[in-house]
């Protein structure tokens, strides 16, 4: 049949600060904020891109860490959730309404911040779509 069997676990530890964390520190800098935000979005446009989804993508599963060159290297930490194959317009909407309600409460990102995440996230091929995207995540996210 098609019952499994036999699992493996393969692990590697990751330096660095999940998102709740780093949302909770004060005093980041403005650069150092936008830095992180812009490639978080961009390797979540990655991954949807490469047909891999998360339902539970939530703060507590993406771990940041700093790179010498000073950009950020983004990990998923949880594959619980992970669904492999082609990511509709619906399912991103999905994954990034539940990024977005982990944070609704943040003083540290702002509504600003949320649009240049969305923007980055969407890239030059799909600029026309943040308005929709925006009004979808915020139904579905009780934000504005």
Request: proline share 1%; charged share 30%; hydrophobic share 40%.
């Amino acid at each position: 049949g098609r019952f499994l069997l036999e699992s493996y676990l393969v692990s590697n530890t990751v330096e660095g600060q999940n998102l709740t964390e780093i949302t909770a520190q004060r005093g980041r800098q403005f650069s150092e904020k936008r830095d992180w935000i812009d490639d978080l979005a961009r390797f979540l446009a990655r991954m949807h891109g490469r047909q891999v989804a998360n339902r539970d993508l939530k703060g507590a599963n993406v771990v940041v860490s700093r790179t010498r060159s000073g950009r950020y290297d983004i990990f998923m930490v949880d594959f619980d959730g992970v669904e492999i194959g082609p990511v509709s317009w619906r399912v991103r909407v999905k994954n990034l309404t539940r990024l977005a309600r982990e944070f609704r409460g943040s003083a540290a990102i702002t509504r600003t911040d949320r649009l240049r995440f969305l923007r980055t996230y969407l890239g030059p091929r799909f600029a026309d779509r943040w308005k929709r995207c925006w009004r979808g995540i915020a139904r579905q996210a009780d934000v504005d």
